[in-house]
């Protein structure tokens, strides 16, 4: 038996609980609902969770204990003498884990019968070419140790799973019985049911923090791995990023740091001047049916996924900036459609969504009183909003800028299209330059190498990036709360 | 409906600084403040009382113009300031709300210095030649106000950190440093405690010296005690309106009468 078929019939045993635990709950009211404790359907679903929860979290557990402790066994067969490090070793256990597969395979097909499977040897059959005709490709011959290890594999495997099954149809029974067996008129079912509820909120809470955590560590890891490679001196402060696979490459990242600063630099100028205005406008003057109609409309552009962006840099805005700055319009800045001008352009438009929403609903959090505290003393609406609105709303603005920052800076498909893979250290805007994203994109595209610096540089990039967007946001946060005013 | 000749004779010495004809005021659909007639003296506290939702509230807002920052509500029928229609086309609201300034129900100090929440209309309205002038104004505002010995050592903290009585204080210091004419009080102390309450009271009396107080309140005790004339409300019409003293010892109406002691509400 599989583990999707004990899964339902660990299901199918909570359904039955549930029929059974309302019943039972039921009848020891005498039929009175008045009489319970809680409302019918509570005994019902303490009954089911009572069988569902615990026999599954003993089935997952089992399926993620198993397959080490099995391969851990396994591995002992192995004689010592067969590898000389860790890395061989798991090539071995990889062969063994196919061997086994093509046998469970080969038993499917009827090829092999389940006696043969488990004592074959090697001796007296070609494993190799019996394997094949079934569709199960081995690289090399199958040589004695690694067949009877792939047997064994298979026993072990084959014992550990009938224990499981049986284990949690046990525990799922246990749960079923002993619940039933608790429910009558007096118990608290709704008590018990919710806290099953709060462990359930619990667990979507720290699942999305431990995942954080485990994308953090990740990061590290390679990270260090990088710097025991290349010294971290020149990765923080060189100059020169020119990386090449053949070795000798200089992986600085202070050209990739300045084309994101600067990239992003343009697109707050663009973004934040453009959305505050129109949060101003939405919030402040605009009818409700204007507002009705145009605050969707604006946040239509946050739905755009940013590989349009990008397109709509490389094929609309690069063209006609060229068209203005480059060798036509006399001007002769601009060389090519890919710049820093072009992608941080584009990002603006992109960040004014995300500026003028935050924006709006911050404005609108300020109270009309103080309007009408302002409008009472005779200030017209633009005093209003320029010397009594804005400096209330302003830590909440600070806020949502340096949150569109940190958007800015994690941005990658705008500036793969729109800003070039060139990276330089320039000041004019119309040179093309490349971020710090963009980069992690080309060193971990194509066949890399993960032992080498040049891929693993990629991770500390990302680390760094990941630590700056930190910085950014925790102290956007402490900007909102500590100037944040408490209004009743 | 107004009160006795006798009583009007004696009050007739101070000169009519608002004076309100027909005054119609609509919601949308609702007719919220029907056919109100009123006379407002300068100098004088006086006094809007009625039940919840009897539109004196809305009549008060009318005085500066408020209510045109409400778009479905609708003024009909005539205020005059000193003469003047205040609806007229010529006149500009925000110029009108400068000479007949507000205090709100809740506390509302800007968040800002309190030097700057009394500088505030000053500087808009360009009353202040140079720093030292503003600084007399916002020193006299706040002696004004009543809360100046409070606040004189830390002019540039925060308005919003003081207590709910103090910034109610500062409120009317600032809406008393546009030089209004008239001041418009909704429920000033509705939020107050109180010691706080006797501090405001304390305050309007004192106003009344320079301007005419309009204030509205639910509290009987507090029209009696601060204001000179009183006016009741009831279901949008100004029922009765004379001196303070009349209205609560020997009201012409009967639905005054019922509302003063607590029949009706």
Redesign the interface.
């Known amino acids: 038996m599989s583990a999707s078929l004990i899964f339902l019939i660990v299901v199918a045993l909570a359904a039955v609980g549930f029929v059974l635990g309302r019943g039972r709950a039921m009848a020891s009211a005498g039929g009175d609902i008045r009489n319970l404790h809680s409302l019918p359907s509570y005994y019902a679903f303490n009954v089911a969770l009572s069988a569902l929860v615990p026999a599954l979290i003993l089935l997952v557990v089992w399926l993620i204990a198993q397959p080490a402790l099995i391969e851990n066994r396994v591995q002992s067969m192995i004689p010592q003498d067969r590898y000389a490090d860790r890395g061989e070793l798991s090539l071995i256990m990889s062969d063994v884990r196919r061997v086994a597969d093509g046998l469970d395979l080969a038993v499917e097909r009827d090829a092999l019968t389940r006696e043969e499977a488990s004592s074959i040897r090697t001796e007296f059959t070609d494993v190799r070419s019996r394997l094949a005709d079934i569709g199960v490709a081995l690289g090399s011959d199958v040589d004695r140790t690694t067949l009877t290890a792939a047997q064994r594999y298979r026993a072990l495997n084959a014992t550990g799973n009938a224990i499981r099954n049986a284990l949690v149809i046990l525990a799922a029974l246990a749960g079923l019985g002993l619940s039933l067996w608790k429910t009558n008129h007096e118990f608290r079912a709704r008590n018990s049911v919710e806290k099953v509820v709060m462990a359930l909120l619990i667990g979507a809470a720290s699942l999305a923090i431990l995942t954080t955590v485990g994308i953090v560590l990740s990061l590290i890891f390679n990270t260090v791995e990088f710097f025991k490679l290349y010294p971290a001196m020149d990765f923080f402060f060189g100059t020169t990023w020119s990386p090449s696979f053949g070795g000798g490459s200089e992986l600085g990242i202070l050209p990739l740091f300045w084309g994101t600063f600067y990239i992003s630099l343009i697109a707050l100028a663009v973004a934040v001047p453009i959305g505050l205005f129109a949060a101003v406008y939405l919030s402040e003057y605009a009818?409700p049916y204007v507002r009705g109609f145009a605050k969707p409309l604006l946040e239509v552009l946050a739905g755009i996924p940013t590989i349009v962006y990008g397109l709509f840099a490389l094929l609309t805005v690069g063209p006609l900036l060229v068209s203005v700055f480059g060798e036509q319009g006399g001007l002769g800045w601009m060389q090519g459609g890919t710049a820093v001008m072009t992608a941080g352009l584009v990002m603006g438009i992109m960040l004014i969504p995300f500026v003028s929403s935050l924006s709006d609903d911050i404005i609108n959090s300020v109270?009309q009183?103080?309007?009408?505290?302002?409008?009472?003393?005779?200030?017209?609406k633009s005093?209003t909003i320029r010397?009594?609105v804005l400096?209330?709303a302003l830590p909440g603005i600070v806020g949502a800028v340096l949150l569109a920052a940190s958007r800015a800076i994690g941005e990658t498909m705008i500036v793969v299209l729109g800003a070039g893979a060139a990276a330089r250290l320039s000041l004019n805007p119309f040179d093309a330059m490349t971020t710090v994203t963009a980069k992690i994109v080309s060193q971990l595209t194509g066949d890399a190498d993960f032992a080498s610096p040049e891929a693993l540089v990629a991770f500390a990039l990302g680390m760094t990036l990941f630590v700056i967007t930190l910085a950014l946001n925790v102290f956007a946060l402490w900007i909102v709360r500590t100037y944040r005013?408490?209004y009743? | 409906m107004y009160d006795s000749p006798n009583s009007e004779a004696k009050i007739g010495q101070k000169a009519i600084k608002i004076s309100a004809n027909k005054v119609q005021v609509y919601y949308g659909d609702t007719h919220a403040i029907k056919d109100v007639d009123v006379q407002i003296e300068d100098k004088t506290v006086t006094a809007f009382i009625g039940p919840s939702g009897c539109g004196k509230s809305t009549f008060l807002r009318c005085l500066n113009r408020m209510n045109d920052t409400i778009d479905i509500c609708r003024v009909e029928g005539e205020i005059l300031l000193d003469g003047e229609d205040i609806y007229d086309k010529r006149v500009d609201p925000v110029q009108l709300r400068a000479k007949v300034g507000m205090v709100f129900q809740k506390p509302n100090p800007f968040p800002k210095s309190i030097y700057d929440n009394i500088a505030y209309g000053p500087r808009i309205h360009g009353l202040a030649r140079s720093k030292a002038d503003l600084d007399d104004i916002v020193e006299k505002s706040l002696r004004r106000g009543a809360i100046w010995n409070e606040v004189k050592d830390r002019l540039h903290a925060p308005g919003t950190g003081l207590s709910g009585g103090q910034q109610q204080r500062l409120c009317i210091a600032r809406a008393i440093a546009t030089e209004p004419e008239v001041l418009l009080m909704d429920e000033p102390c509705s939020a107050l405690d109180p010691i706080a309450t006797g501090q405001v009271e304390e305050l309007i009396d004192e106003l009344r010296e320079n301007f005419s107080v309009v204030i509205v309140t639910h509290s009987m005790q507090q029209a009696a005690r601060v204001s000179q004339k009183t006016a009741f409300f009831h279901l949008g019409n100004l029922v009765e309106y004379g001196m303070t003293g009349q209205i609560f010892t020997n009201p012409n109406d009967p639905r005054t009468e019922s509302y003063i002691t607590g029949r009706i509400g």
Do not use: H, I, N
């Not at chain 1, 009183?369 to 017209?380: E, F, I, K, P, V």
């Open positions: 009818s109270p009183s103080m309007r009408d505290g302002s409008l009472g003393l005779g200030a017209t005093e010397q009594v400096p209330a005013e408490q009743e």
